[in-house]
């Protein structure tokens, strides 16, 4: 009897608890920034909005740009941990893909001449190998994790010769605020003697975020 009487009053001084955690909202899922291709608000000849990619096309020129995220089967596939690292961490990664469609011309990229830009006022150049390395180095890490980035970030000028492609990553910092569309801008790229202008238009926009399971 003794015992039923001090459940009850168990029962009694923590049912407004088991109340409120019953009827508490659940908890925020993280979320982060996914770009999509969008329709331009000025006339961009040669552009286009296919799939999840934006496209610039001309007679000489294709280039292609598409945000990647960590659910990506294009990125799962054969990418670093430090890149998912990045990407979990809401670093921006697109994926730059450019074909010389010149028979005899050689076209020149500097991703110096690489922003993005959004509708908060953010203002972003590409992160080359030292940035990335301060980035290690801030987490109290070897510069070894960078190995497996060699060769696969647009870093320094490249080079693509006639009939050919080259398909590198460019790493941007993560917004600080939220936006709702952005803008990569790539100036100065030599076709032979000629220089093109693009721009790809995005729209940006907050969605949950997806881990991909880590391999050794």
Avoid at 111 to 126: E, G, I, S, T, W
Avoid at 127 to 156: A, M, P, Q, S
Wanted: with cysteine; proline share 6%; charged share 25%.
């Amino acid at each position: 009897m003794k015992l039923r009487t001090t459940l009850k009053k168990l029962l009694t001084a923590f049912a407004p608890l088991i109340i409120a955690a019953s009827c508490a909202s659940p908890p925020k899922l993280p979320m982060t920034s996914e770009l999509k291709p969008s329709p331009p608000d000025e006339d961009l000849p040669g552009y286009s909005a296919v799939s999840d990619e934006g496209v610039y096309d001309n007679a000489a020129l294709r280039i292609s740009a598409r945000h990647l995220k960590s659910n990506d089967a294009v990125y799962a596939k054969g990418e670093s941990g430090f890149l998912t690292a990045l990407i979990e961490g809401d670093y921006v990664l697109i994926r730059l893909s450019i074909e010389n469609k010149s028979s005899a011309a050689k076209v020149i990229f500097n991703p110096a001449y690489v922003a993005l830009m959004d509708n908060a006022a953010n203002y972003k150049k590409p992160l080359d190998y030292t940035d990335l390395y301060d980035i290690v180095k801030e987490n109290d890490e070897t510069g070894g994790k960078l190995t497996g980035i060699k060769g696969r970030i647009f870093d320094l000028t490249a080079t693509v010769a006639p009939g050919g492609k080259t398909s590198k990553l460019l790493i941007f910092k993560p917004f600080i605020e939220e936006a709702s569309s952005a803008e990569l801008v790539i100036k100065n790229i030599y076709v032979g003697k000629d220089t093109v202008n693009v721009k790809f238009p995005f729209k940006v926009k907050t969605v949950e975020k997806k881990y991909t399971e880590k391999k050794d």
